[in-house]
């Protein structure tokens, strides 16, 4: 995990600061805040997922830049919790803007939940809001901060001035969102493949800084996207080849580098699969044994 640097200096912290945490990727969120004497808002609480309160994204107030709770969320900003937003608007109006995107529709009309408080999701969303110089998905947010663990940088988003205001009861994605989604869900399966390779081949790259490592699994699931390997379970298997062969050149392994790039009848979680077979297996052969 990169550590991320100091929090900008051009923040504006003569507006009103909050956090919005995510409850699916902090653990035991609302025990956790209880350390803090910062006011809290459930985004759960009065909605139809009011019994899912655990995995709830919250919404924080901060007491300023000197925030003990705000310290804490930079030291774990790598494990992208939630990001940071200012806005001159209450707390109550924030809640209400943010419960809006609780569900959204897809391009098909169906209701999809969506990931708000995680920085990668909003990240995409709001970065072609930013484009279109328009107020979709900002609301009364002025700025938002947001940590990318992977590049090991805060990305920042402002409000165009004059935008007009997007009342939708419900947001519907447009295809450009749709795929700007995909970017995102990218994002979290190179970051979940470095915590795989560094968990169950630690001994793969272990002299690499974190950098390289998390560069090689970004290669490494685009290759896999390439050849046609786009589930996260995919991607995995196709990193563990390289994990088991363990810096030997795939290429000395025609049968394994034929199933992992020659389509064919078997689907490709059944050609990737038997890869990772092929490859584990010659992994665990001593010196003398027969191919």
């Not at 490592?213 to 290759?223: D, H, I, M």
Request: charged content about 20%; glycine content about 6%.
């Amino acid at each position: 995990m990169l550590e991320l640097p100091s929090l900008p200096h051009d923040l504006p912290w003569a507006v009103p600061a909050y956090l919005l945490l995510d409850g699916v990727s902090v653990p035991n969120l609302p025990q956790c805040l209880r350390r803090w004497d910062n006011p809290a808002y459930c985004l759960y609480q009065g909605t139809r997922w009011q019994e899912l309160a655990d995995i709830s994204p919250y919404l924080i107030t901060l007491k300023g830049e000197g925030d003990p709770l705000l310290a804490y969320f930079h030291e774990n900003a790598a494990l992208e919790w939630g990001f940071l937003l200012f806005s001159d608007a209450d707390a109550p109006t924030l809640c209400k803007h943010w419960r809006r995107f609780l569900t959204v529709k897809h391009p098909s009309s169906v209701e999809v939940m969506l990931r708000i408080a995680d920085p990668a999701v909003m990240h995409q969303l709001l970065k072609l809001a930013q484009q279109s110089h328009g107020s979709r998905w900002f609301g009364p947010v002025q700025r938002l901060c947001l940590p990318d663990g992977l590049q090991a940088v805060w990305v920042q988003h402002q409000r165009a001035e004059h935008a007009a205001q997007d009342t939708a009861d419900t947001y519907q994605l447009t295809e450009q969102e749709l795929s700007a989604l995909g970017e995102a869900q990218f994002h979290h399966s190179v970051l979940s493949l470095n915590d795989h390779l560094q968990r169950y081949f630690p001994e793969f790259m272990a002299s690499c800084s974190t950098r390289e490592r998390l560069g090689f699994a970004e290669k490494t699931a685009q290759e896999a996207y390439q050849h046609g390997f786009t589930s996260e379970q995919e991607i995995t298997l196709y990193a563990n080849v390289f994990g088991y062969l363990a810096g030997q050149p795939v290429e000395n392994h025609p049968d394994i580098v034929e199933l992992l790039t020659v389509p064919s009848q078997q689907s490709p979680m059944n050609r990737v699969q038997r890869a990772a077979e092929l490859a584990h297996g010659r992994s665990v052969q001593q010196p003398g044994d027969l191919p």
